[in-house]
């Protein structure tokens, strides 16, 4: 809200009287204010102004410092919003990580299980083998070899006997070597998981704190906005009270002035009539003082199309211009100023950006409208970015426009109302 300081030196435009002025036709004419109440009612008056005017002074520069604190209370808010979305946004991705791994674990898990599986089966079969020569007894054994017609023959058949208790037990102990290995890699993908779930609390803890801070920022800009609405109110009322005083003042002036001028006119008919030996009768001209009165999913293409055929509803009014485009397109009707719509549903990085999002900053020191509400945007794709600035639509490079507007708090993009658009 704008209000224009008045100066108390300010008269009336349309006769160009001073308090000044007025004054000096008193003294000219010799007269006292005691005899003309309009002299010191124009004082009074005056007094009263130069009060009011103080007040209003002392009320405009409260509301200057509330609108600071306003500003600052929400650049400290959106930054607090920001660090609470990238957290949310570690935490997911850490818990995609977490995931992947319980994923590997349980692979693991099932190859330890197939390793045991053939470690079982390959035992049966050695303990098949084992039970089958108990049966048949040493004598099989001993066949073997005495049924060897050369001495090579009986050493083949002795290698031959070895190799196969050999090599039962080479497959047996490799096959338990490997579940060995899976177990072993087993623990590190668990412990790796526990230390990513470790990571993801700690995470969580210091977005609690966060969001506690965001609540209490919260709360600290709703008091401010509640003292500068009362502020403003307060400019306001003070502000009419100057002008109406100001208006009394130059009425009053006016008058004073006008008594002046038929005090002196009296004056110089009286002494005019004196000079030529004249006498006043009591039907004399009446010398009174005159007066005088001063007076959820949508279509990006009817988004986009929107964006161009939509006007704009004036200056100052980005989200309107926002709102009415998303209501044009069939969307839905979205209210809220800029400020609003960041806090409500701009979580993005604008490195997340997809076309159809919003973009938006809850204060920009470019006015002090923009200062208090911030500015919003429509990134149509392809690099783009559609707003209503100052009254005039404009279509402005993405990175141009997050330059712009990051001064303060930097710029978010999130989907308006939670609907994507495709």
Known sequence: MSQKHVPITDVCPSRGVTRREALRFFIGAGLCATFYPAVANATTTQEQLDAAQLDYDEAKAELDLISDQVVE???????TQIQVSDLSIQIDTKQGEIDD?????????????????????????LAERMSAAYKAGASSTIDLLFSSATIEELTSN???????????????????????????????????????????????????????????QQAQLEEVRARQAESEALVSSLSEEVQELMAKRDAELLAAQQAAEEARRQQELLQQQQQSGGTTTGGGVDVSTGSTTITGSGSLSRVVSASYSTPSP???????????????????????????????????PTSQIQPGMIVATPTVPYSTAAAIYGHVGIYIGNGTVRDNRSGVLMTTSLSEWVSMYSVSVTVRCGWLGGVALS
């Open 73 to 79: 209370a929400q650049s400290a808010l959106g930054q």
């Open 158 to 216: 002795i290698y031959y006997l070895d190799k196969v208790s050999e090599s039962d037990r080479e497959m047996i102990d490799d096959v338990k070597r490997l579940k060995s290995e899976l177990e072993q890699q087993k623990v590190e993908l668990e412990q790796q998981k526990a230390a990513l779930e470790t990571e993801k609390a700690a995470l969580e803890v210091q977005r609690g704190e966060l969001q506690e801070l965001q609540v209490q």
């Open 314 to 348: 004036g200056s100052g009014l980005c989200a309107a211009w926002v709102s009415n485009v998303f209501a044009n397109a069939g969307i839905g009707t979205f209210y809220g100023n800029a400020d609003d719509m960041f806090y409500t549903w701009c979580g993005y």
């Open 101 to 125: 791994k319980q994923a590997e674990i349980d692979t693991k898990q099932g190859e330890i299980d197939d390793k045991q599986a053939e470690i079982e089966r390959k035992q049966g079969i």
